[in-house]
């Protein structure tokens, strides 16, 4: 048996646990000071402990499961489960299966009967990602559950409730597939009591050095590196990409520029190459860091050793006669 001594450090340990997962997926984990970020952060703080249904849209790598975890983690469901499931990677006939369970015999490869991931989620959340691609027959059984609260798994004659809030995203345009009619528009409306709008990458820039400096600990940490820096150029580089792939495509370049740098900085050849074509180089979110005067200079250094005179001064918009004063004055000389 075990002594009250043991049971307050049992407890205390579950204390520590709990603290812990909740941490995690704390606001503080999503990154970022942009005005933007900061107010969906704020957005849903507000509505994390209501029951609503939220809808999350955003192009991909914007954080959408993160804010999904942070919802569920800050509502009075977090001891409950958080159950992401992404539509469109399990194949359509599988997917309500997955969803409803099923009784044993329902199907010729149910041999035993399995519990769907509405019941797994009882008391929590669901995250259904990648929700527009879900097909049409699938969408109607989803609002019936959405409606009723209820579920019957496959081949089952009993419908069980389930009290779930279901959390959903997707990074296409649902309200052009709700105009073209591949989402119904009652399912749409359920699903999205509350939207959350999140920002790309490209709209607020100014988060790029702190999301890349925050990735640079984390993964010098897990490999023991000790990188301490991100060096100027590097840095601009990061900045001026469009970023397609948002924030995940920084994380994955910033963790393969810690393991490919011997040195305790980031340098700009070891970012990829992608980062580095001239379409990305002009952006108008650097002119308001740097001014133009710094901008037109960090221009010339980067690209006159592999451009002509007459090709710099088109590219930068100014005559020859400009480009060769600039140089003068800021003692560019032209690297052979
Ligand atoms: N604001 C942020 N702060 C810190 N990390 C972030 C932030 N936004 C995204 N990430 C990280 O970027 C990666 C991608 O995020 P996530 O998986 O949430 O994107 P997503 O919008 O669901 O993408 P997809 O549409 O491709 O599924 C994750 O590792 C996540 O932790
Ligand atoms: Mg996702």
Redesign the pocket.
Known sequence: MRNALQEKALRTENLILKKQIEERYDFE????ESKS?RSSIEEVKKIADSKSNILIL?E????????ARAVHYNSSRRDKPFVPINCSAIPENLLESELFGYIKGAFTGAVSTKRGLFEEADGGSIFL?EIADMNMSLQAKLLRVIDDLEIRPLGGVQSRKIDVRFIT?T?RDILKAVKEGTFREDLYYRINVVTLQ?PSLGERKEDIPI?AM?FLVKYSNEIGKHITAIEDTAQKLLVNYSWPGN??EL?NIIERAVLVTDRDIILSEHLPETLKSIDDFPCKALDKVLSIESYTKEFILRYQSTHSENELSAMLGITRKSLWEKRKRWGLVRAK
Do not use: C, M, P, S
């Open positions: 984990k999503i990154i970022g970020i955003g991909t790598g914007t954080g959408k499961e993160l804010f990602d995203a990074n999140l999301l925050h924030v995940r994380r």
